[in-house]
């Protein structure tokens, strides 16, 4: 089985560049292997309460964190050569784009998968598609929604159990891009 990425961002307003915090879950053989979880320094930093009511952070928690590139290079490596998936990923994927953007980096054209369009095909019948109700039908329990790292594992858990019942061991095998 493939080694993969889950990825999760939360921003700090509506700006897809205005990210704040990100969770990482490495994946290899089926197993998870490693997570990553960093707060962000949002530029500028700023939050609305909308954002702030969804995920509890603001402008407090991440005034002493790092920019955003310095986040990334650590990260970057750890990526490189590897499928990321996010659920509902052209937010996570916008958000990845637009904050290269913003700090005038290139961007390693990441390829994403996304869980959400896949539990549509694959679970036509539940009530929604939101990450807490996939992750609770793939037997989950996603307890602290909204944090990046909580969300990134629901993500991967989610992808592996997928994989699972499609009898895949690659995530381009469940065409869900």
């Known amino acids: 089985m493939e080694r993969f990425a889950a990825i999760d961002f939360e921003t700090a307003n509506g700006q897809r560049s205005s990210v704040c915090s990100v969770g990482i879950v490495l994946v290899e053989n ?3 292997t490693d997570s990553i979880y ?6 500028p930093n700023f939050y609305t309460r909308w954002t702030t009511a969804i995920h509890g952070l603001s402008s407090a928690d991440t005034l002493d ?14 990526l490189e050569g590897i499928p990321l998936v996010a659920h509902n ?4 994927e916008g958000c990845l784009k637009a904050v290269h953007s913003l700090y005038g980096m290139s961007y ?3 390829t994403f998968y996304c869980t959400c369009r896949l539990s549509r095909r ?4 539940l009530v929604n598609h939101q990450l807490h109700t996939v992750s609770a039908h793939c037997g989950y329990n996603l307890a602290n929604h909204h944090h990046a790292l909580a969300d990134a594992e629901a993500c ?9 019942e499609k009898g895949v061991s690659r995530l381009c095998d469940l065409l869900i891009r």
């Open 38 to 43: 960093s707060l962000i320094r949002p530029r």
């Open 108 to 110: 390693p054209d990441y």
């Open 30 to 32: 089926g197993e998870i």
């Open 156 to 164: 991967a858990k989610i992808a592996l159990k997928l994989m699972e």
């Open 89 to 92: 990923s052209p937010f996570d």
């Open 65 to 78: 964190a790092d920019d955003f590139p310095v986040v990334w290079e650590g990260i970057a490596p750890q």
């Open 122 to 125: 694959q679970y036509p019948s």
